[in-house]
C-alpha cells in the first residue's frame, strides 16, 4: 500500500521560516507530480508548490519568492521551506502524490493526512 508520511509544521513566529518534509512508501513505478496544498479555515484548499518528474515547478501565487522546494526521485521525498512566513500561511498543509503503481497504467492521487501549521504575529 502506497501511503505518504509528512513531517514537520507546528508554531512559527512571523517572519521565521516553516519547513516540512513528506516521504512515500510503497510499491511505485513512477511519481508524476509530488507536492504540498494548503487550506486555510474557512477557505478552500490551494496550491502550494508541485514539481513534476521532469523537475518542472508550478508554485503558488500566495508564496512565491519566498520559497525553496527540493525533491528527491530516487526516494520519493519533497521538502519544503517557505520563507518570510505570515499569519495567511496559517493551514492545514497536504503533502499530495499523483503517481503509477507497477502493474497499473492509471494515475493515482494521493493526499497526506495534513500537518498544522501557526503562523503567529
Known amino acids: 500500500q502506497v501511503q505518504l508520511v509528512e513531517s514537520g509544521g507546528g508554531s512559527v513566529q512571523a517572519g521565521g521560516s516553516l519547513r516540512l518534509s513528506c516521504a512515500a512508501s510503497g510499491i511505485i513505478w513512477r511519481v508524476n507530480t509530488m507536492g504540498w496544498y494548503r487550506q486555510a479555515p474557512g477557505k478552500q484548499r490551494e496550491l502550494v508548490v508541485d514539481?513534476?518528474?521532469?523537475?518542472?515547478?508550478n508554485v503558488g501565487d500566495s508564496v512565491k519568492g519566498r520559497l525553496t522546494i527540493s525533491r528527491d526521485t530516487a526516494k520519493n521525498t519533497v521538502d519544503l521551506q517557505i520563507n518570510s512566513v505570515k499569519p495567511e500561511d496559517t493551514g492545514v498543509y497536504y503533502c499530495n502524490m499523483k503517481y503509477i503503481a507497477w502493474g497499473d497504467h492509471r494515475e493515482h492521487d494521493l493526499w497526506g493526512q495534513g500537518t498544522q501549521v501557526t503562523v503567529s504575529s
Open positions: 514539481v513534476a518528474y521532469s523537475g518542472s515547478q
